[in-house]
């Protein structure tokens, strides 16, 4: 007779040997699955460190954490692109912290800041007519448009003032008194200060644009009320992006309120302008939703190969509105992405889905009935392990929702997968 002892020894290393080919499955897959995730987890280090590229390929986004963490991060990024020879250009809303920092950092020679304290912003500033018209025609909001004979009416206004010894001005058109400008320039005819055949041509010229004359006098009107803390309050000191191109100086530009529409379009009428004369640029958009100009949106849609922009917001997915698909085409332009914690479930799914996804290995365990030897001493079974694969981002929205302020996970172009640490 077979000695039941025996048999349950035998069961006991049965089932030994088998829970150890499932731990050591079930360590395989989770291994297999760490590398097919790609999440590789870095010491703890100051938000600097994260920003090495002078030279960046593409796009760079921060979005969530707060403001100060974000600020620092601008401040790193401009020194680099700055360094590196390109025209850094700034804009915020009412970011003091960002301000003092670039000061800390880069000092006061390298920066030009224009705010409240420092309203020396005047567009037109070394501009020929053509150069001022087609701005102010470009920067009219769609819902306010100027008639092309603006182009006429506004000549008229540029002639007048430039026959007057006189560079045209911010303040020139902000100032003018629409309803007596042809009567000045007759009393100028009279008083010998105008040739009646210049006095003629001007007067010709507001006559033919005449169709267009109040929506430029509003347009000034609401461009005087959204710029008048930041516009220069003479017309000697005044300077824009095209007289300070060559400076080499960071041009820091607070524009007060997103609402701004008109002074956002004219802003980024004269970034483009650059552009269109080879400057190499990167542009900072500090907590500006695109939604907020037409002309920043046009920006947007054109960069990160000829220009850069680094765009920071606590939740940068909600600078874009809609539709959707420009923010994942501003995504694939991006060669650079941090993420950090958000308060909205719905961006949280959008940032873990630029995250990406991966192949996730799970197992199950099936558990077969046995059979009873010898009275009951030995009761067989086994079990045995499947294996299946599903879909799962590698970063989950709800572990998005949950992150410190402090926590970030980020992309690069230059490393391969995701990467993720704690900043200080």
Not at 378 to 397: A, H, L, Y
Request: proline residues 4%; neutral net charge; charged residues 20%.
């Amino acid at each position: 007779m077979s000695n039941p002892t025996v048999w349950n020894i035998l069961a006991i290393l049965d089932r030994w040997v088998r829970a150890s080919k499932d731990r050591k499955l079930l360590s395989q897959t989770e291994n297999a699955n760490a590398i097919r995730r790609g999440l590789t987890e870095y010491n703890p280090c100051p938000i600097e460190a994260l920003f090495q590229d002078d030279k960046p390929k593409g796009n760079i986004i921060f979005s969530g954490s707060d403001y100060q963490m974000r600020s620092r991060a601008i401040v790193r990024a401009a020194e680099l692109a700055n360094s590196n020879g390109k025209i850094v250009i700034i804009f915020h809303v009412n970011n003091s912290y960002l301000e003092q920092e670039l000061i800390r950092n880069l000092g006061l020679s390298r920066l030009t800041i224009i705010n409240e304290n420092n309203p020396y912003y005047d567009p037109f500033v070394g501009l020929t007519n053509l150069e001022i018209s087609s701005m102010i025609l470009e920067s009219a909001p769609s819902g306010m448009p100027i008639p092309p004979a603006g182009r006429h009416y506004l000549d008229g206004i540029l002639n007048f003032i430039r026959l007057q010894n006189v560079r045209p001005s911010v303040l020139h058109l902000l100032n003018c008194n629409h309803f007596r400008l042809i009567d000045k320039v007759n009393d100028a005819v009279q008083k010998n200060s105008l040739l009646p055949l210049a006095g003629n041509k001007i007067i010709s010229q507001l006559m033919q644009g005449d169709p267009a004359r109040s929506s430029i006098e509003n347009y000034f009107i609401q461009f005087g009320y959204q710029a008048s803390k930041v516009v220069a309050r003479n017309t000697i000191t005044g300077i824009n992006f095209t007289s300070l191109a060559n400076s080499g100086c960071v041009i820091v530009f607070d524009i007060i309120s997103c609402s701004n529409n008109i002074l956002l379009n004219l802003l980024f009428a004269e970034v483009k302008r650059l552009t269109s004369l080879s400057y190499q640029l990167f542009v900072v958009i500090d907590s500006i939703p695109f939604s907020s100009s037409e002309m920043m949106q046009q920006f947007e849609a054109n960069s990160g190969t000829d220009y850069q922009i680094f765009l920071s917001a606590d939740d940068a997915y909600s600078s874009f509105r809609s539709p959707e698909d420009r923010f994942f085409s501003f995504v694939g332009r991006s060669s650079q992405i941090l993420i950090s914690k958000h308060i909205s479930n719905y961006s949280a799914q959008k940032w873990s889905d630029v995250i990406g996804s991966y192949d996730k290995e799970e197992t199950s365990k099936t558990l077969s009935s046995g059979t009873s030897f010898l009275g009951g001493y030995f009761t067989g079974g086994s079990t045995s392990i499947s294996i299946s694969q599903k879909r799962e981002n590698i970063v989950k929205p709800e572990t998005i929702l949950q992150m410190g302020i402090n926590e970030v996970y980020f992309r690069d172009v230059s490393l391969q997968g995701v990467g993720h640490t704690y900043l200080h």
